[in-house]
């Protein structure tokens, strides 16, 4: 849209400037009309119930959620790079208020954002913005523990190469994030390893590990308020480091922060970079607390291992549902998922990866199932990479939950999924594996 308005004294875009020529406002008319519209209706005021923001590398969140269906119109403006989200029948509340304040300095694609009653029945929200933006603004009905909400998902123009991962050894959201995980000195990495033969090929393997749930998709919530999706992701970036220590292998992360990452996103990253392997880190829960031990699940083509498994898989692919995806941008990924005559070598290939850590894993936790199982997991639907879901621990239980916090325990789950990894490859150099054509 142009963006030859002006600003109102509140900082709000508002008319078009004076003098401008019958061509200019005909286009300013046109493009005004070209603005993306909520359903149509009127409801009494609602107030928002909370608002987040997600900054990720790949893209920025910022989620609006209230009781009630938010009804909504928005534009993108210009010079500056603004978004402009009028939100139709909306309290201006202390809650919306906080807004501001939740963006980070940091943030790769928002400046700043301000509110203010626009109209009597309308709360404007503008969001400057550091470079043009591609956005997609959608709507989610209400799942799990969320109301409905509103989803401000900002991405660059230029998509995010996740080949750039490959050769950086620390993301800039891991710079950022303050330094958490203590960095273990190359000694202390090679003091923790134990011998093992190493693999046959004479080429780098590229381990491309998935931290499980994150941003509005929280995983399990164990009783002491732990949450899945940050537990994942410190023994993810744990692995990553001592993959990254081995002479032969690299690994990348499926996010390196805070935020939602669609599964079929998931899956195709891991194929954009040709990964070697997929390994899905996870941290299970039940409705019973004495549930207890790790877990390695892999796909199954014939319906699931046990009802647990079925039952596991069916929540994990909700996790859709919960971070939210914008359906109308999927585009058929999850229907598309390539299977061919690859995909039983595959399997095969990811019960052998799934034996080989699941071995290693019982050396630190009793192990929940003595066998790998299988269900139809989305995330681990790759035609051509041998894929596991690896469930470290039950969350739901207060004793492992306290271990899952542990940085020492983290240290070990880490080092016994290297040593599983190791094995995997020893025994089964993935030297001229079939590729599948990428949909993208």
Known sequence: MSDRTRESPAGFPGAPRPGLSRRELLKFAGASLGLLVSPVGHAATTSLMAVRVWPAPEYTRVTLEARNELRFKYMTLQNPDRLVVDLEGVELNSVLQTLPSKILESDPYIRLVRAGQNRPDVVRVVLELKAEVKPQVFTLQPVADYGHRLVLDLYPTQPVDPLLALIEKNSPMEAASGGEIAEETPQQVARDRRPQAEPAANRIFTVVLDPGHGGEDPGAIGRRGSHEKNVTLSIAKRLKRRIDAEPN??????????????????????????????????????????????????????????????????????????????????????????????????????????RAVLGELGGINRLHKAEVEQANFAVLKAPDIPSVLVETAFISNPEEERRLNDNAYQEKMAEAILRGIRRYFAENPPLNRTRVAQLD
């Open 249 to 354: 292998m690299r690994a990348v992360l499926t996010r390196d922060g805070d935020y939602f990452v669609p599964l079929y996103q998931r899956v195709a990253r891991a194929r954009r970079v040709q990964a070697d392997l997929f390994v899905s880190i996870h941290a299970d829960a039940f409705v019973r607390p004495e549930a207890r031990g790790s877990s390695v699940f892999v796909l199954s083509e014939r319906g699931a291992t046990s009802s647990a498994a079925r039952w596991l898989a069916q929540k994990e692919n909700d996790a859709d549902l919960i971070g939210g995806v914008n359906l109308a941008k999927q585009e058929g990924h999850l229907a598309r998922t390539l299977l061919d005559l690859s995909q039983t070598a595959t399997i095969n290939d990811s019960l052998k990866l799934g």
